[in-house]
């Protein structure tokens, strides 16, 4: 079975922090992606790659950046934490497609930004 | 429809009853159309993936249709029960998007024993 592993379930961070959530995945997946899930908003995209050292921005980048300097890994960077950025992250990995191939996810990390 | 939606947004259903709910996606240039099941404190997993219209995928009690001309999907659950209490998400993918999803906001079902 494909894990996907994210390194912290809660956090709890201060205004201004600069904030690191990891993820890794063991099934060789080129594709990975970082969402946030709010209440009545559903699953968003903040940003995802494609291969190593590639990234591509989704729809709400602002205010995050990401790393994937080996495959297995894909880090989401808060560089300066505001509280609007308490939600809950999702991490996905997929392999190379279209579109077709089903996303396999960890199991989330609660974030609060104090 | 510029983006996926879902509808209703929650349903509570008798353990028995059967169900269904209906996500609507944009149709033009449409690639695939995922279902998940996300229960809770667990990680959102796969259902089915479509990609032809008319498709229809089972798995159990579960099943999903798949309209890509009038862009629409239904996913029915047969017999529901306390176990398929959970969140489930629809996502599509237009062709060219390298993987991307946009997902709907999700119907959340509770079903009570």
Redesign the interface.
Same mark, same amino acid.
């Given at each position: 079975d494909v894990k996907v592993t994210q390194s912290s379930r809660y956090l709890v961070k201060r205004t201004g922090e600069k904030v690191f959530l990891e993820c890794v995945q063991d099934m060789d997946h080129e594709n990975m992606f970082w969402y946030r899930q709010d209440p009545g908003l559903g699953l968003r995209l903040i940003y995802f790659s494609y291969d190593v050292k590639m990234k591509e921005k989704g729809d709400i980048p602002e205010g995050y950046s990401v790393s994937r300097e080996k495959k297995e890994r894909f880090s989401l960077i808060l560089e300066s934490a505001s509280t609007n950025q308490t939600s809950m992250y999702l991490c996905a990995s997929s392999h190379r497609g279209q579109g077709h191939q089903p996303q396999h996810f960890g199991d989330g990390t609660r974030l609060s930004i104090l | 429809i510029l983006n996926?939606e879902q509808s209703p /947004?929650s349903l509570h259903v008798q353990e028995g009853d059967s169900t269904n709910f209906t996500c609507s996606f944009p149709s033009s240039n449409f690639? =695939?159309l995922?279902w998940?099941r996300w229960e809770t =404190?667990?990680?959102?997993?796969?259902l089915f993936?479509m +990609?032809l219209n008319g498709d229809e995928k089972k798995k159990g009690r579960i099943s999903a249709t798949l309209n890509t001309k009038e862009g629409y999907s239904y996913l029915y659950i047969k017999g529901s029960q306390p176990e398929d209490s959970a969140t489930y998400?629809c =996502?599509s993918? =237009?062709?060219?998007? +390298?993987?991307?999803?946009i997902?709907? /906001?999700?119907t959340t079902l509770q079903v009570k024993p």
């Amino acid at each position: 079975d494909v894990k996907v592993t994210q390194s912290s379930r809660y956090l709890v961070k201060r205004t201004g922090e600069k904030v690191f959530l990891e993820c890794v995945q063991d099934m060789d997946h080129e594709n990975m992606f970082w969402y946030r899930q709010d209440p009545g908003l559903g699953l968003r995209l903040i940003y995802f790659s494609y291969d190593v050292k590639m990234k591509e921005k989704g729809d709400i980048p602002e205010g995050y950046s990401v790393s994937r300097e080996k495959k297995e890994r894909f880090s989401l960077i808060l560089e300066s934490a505001s509280t609007n950025q308490t939600s809950m992250y999702l991490c996905a990995s997929s392999h190379r497609g279209q579109g077709h191939q089903p996303q396999h996810f960890g199991d989330g990390t609660r974030l609060s930004i104090l | 429809i510029l983006n996926v939606e879902q509808s209703p /947004q929650s349903l509570h259903v008798q353990e028995g009853d059967s169900t269904n709910f209906t996500c609507s996606f944009p149709s033009s240039n449409f690639y =695939a159309l995922h279902w998940y099941r996300w229960e809770t =404190a667990k990680s959102p997993e796969a259902l089915f993936v479509m +990609t032809l219209n008319g498709d229809e995928k089972k798995k159990g009690r579960i099943s999903a249709t798949l309209n890509t001309k009038e862009g629409y999907s239904y996913l029915y659950i047969k017999g529901s029960q306390p176990e398929d209490s959970a969140t489930y998400l629809c =996502a599509s993918t =237009a062709a060219g998007n +390298t993987g991307k999803l946009i997902f709907g /906001q999700g119907t959340t079902l509770q079903v009570k024993p």
